[in-house]
């Protein structure tokens, strides 16, 4: 595969029409051609993919094909672009390819327009060891706050990249912009100083990997600090709708996810974790911890209790406060010298 980040100079003066012009161009001139995107106010990113094993012919074709567009552009709108390109061997590459063409691209800047590729393609060379499944591992892990997990997937990249390759100059920066993009990919800055050493050669294996996991860490420690927070928000509200409604015999699981905005399944496992019991076993203590103070009260028969504390039989009632008292209700407000048996 193919990626190319192509800045149009005039586009962001010239609106819509000079970039739906180059893209008319460049469908026609790239058959080839899989995707076009928008990525900046005057850039365009495109890949093309080509099933010819040489890729020197390829990138020759490419080159060739891309230059005929500069060439129909300028003479018909006087457009001129500045083009820069990179081979990618596989679709897992060609987010690693697009980091580096960005840094190309801005590096760029100012200068004459043309077509530059990469002096490394992002296909050659001895791969880096980061596989996608790993990545999204490692999204995962931070997301829910698993440093055990992350630092686990830490350790097969260090084994993989720094044990058992001994990766080139470009595979180190390769492996820089794969990490700089999982970074992106999250929301985090601070990678930028890590990338600018693997450029400059300053940079190790070891070193680049040792500081991705210290500052990946760090999040994971702040989403599981925000995760908890927002669990134990979550299992306060559950007790408030509890307590609110523990009186109405339809109390359920069900009604709770469907009042919070939650499923079943979330509110059962978040509940249970935050305060070690079951939501049904919380209905129930509350639910017979106000029979026991009505009981004490002995304003009420047993059948009233029943119904005030959600009971839709007060035979029901009656087995589950001797299951978890050992006693029956009437039995319990006779030691507090009332007779509610009526």
């Known amino acids: 595969m193919v990626i190319a980040e192509i800045p149009a100079r005039r586009i962001h003066d010239a609106g819509n029409a000079d970039r739906a012009l180059v893209k ?77 063409l960005r840094r190309l691209a801005e590096g760029d800047a100012g200068h004459d327009a ?45 084994t993989e990249n720094a044990v058992r390759r001994e990766l080139s100059g470009g595979e180190l920066r390769r492996l820089a912009a ?4 999982l970074f992106i990919r999250l929301g985090y800055d601070g990678f930028d100083a890590e990338i600018a050493d693997a450029h400059s050669g300053q940079a190790t294996t070891e070193a680049l ?48 996810a469907d009042a919070l905005g939650y499923t079943q399944a979330y509110i059962s496992r978040v509940f249970k974790q935050q305060t070690g019991e079951l939501f049904s076993a919380y209905v129930e203590r509350m639910r017979l911890e106000h029979a026991r103070e009505l009981l004490r009260r002995g304003e009420l028969p047993v059948y009233r209790i029943a119904a005030e504390c959600g009971y839709n039989s007060v035979q029901v009632f009656r087995r589950a406060f001797a299951r978890s008292y050992g006693e029956s209700p009437s039995s319990y407000a006779e030691k507090a010298g009332h007779d509610v048996a009526k």
């Open 209 to 256: 990997l040792n500081r991705a996991q210290k500052l990946l860490l760090e999040r994971c420690g702040q989403s599981r600090a925000e995760h908890l927070s927002k669990q134990q928000e979550l299992r306060l509200a559950i007790e408030k709708y509890i307590c609110q409604n523990f009186a109405d015999p339809q109390l359920s699981l069900s009604s709770a």
């Open 114 to 158: 043309g077509i530059r590729w990469l002096a490394q393609d992002a296909s050659g060379g001895s791969d880096a060891y980061f596989p996608v499944e790993l990545e999204m591992h490692i999204i995962d892990a931070i997301k829910n706050g698993d440093d055990t997990e992350l630092s686990s997937a830490f350790a097969r990249l260090y």
């Open 178 to 181: 794969v990490i700089n993009a």
């Open 24 to 100: 008319a161009l460049l469908r026609e001139n790239l058959p080839e051609l899989i995707d076009i995107a928008d990525t900046g106010i005057s850039a365009l990113t495109l890949i093309a993919g080509s099933t010819l094993r040489d890729k020197d012919q390829w990138k020759r074709t490419l080159h060739d094909r891309l230059e005929q567009t500069r060439t129909v552009l300028l003479a018909k709108a006087g457009l001129e672009l500045s083009c820069c390109a990179a081979l990618a061997g596989n679709a897992n590459r060609v987010h690693v390819a697009y980091v580096e």
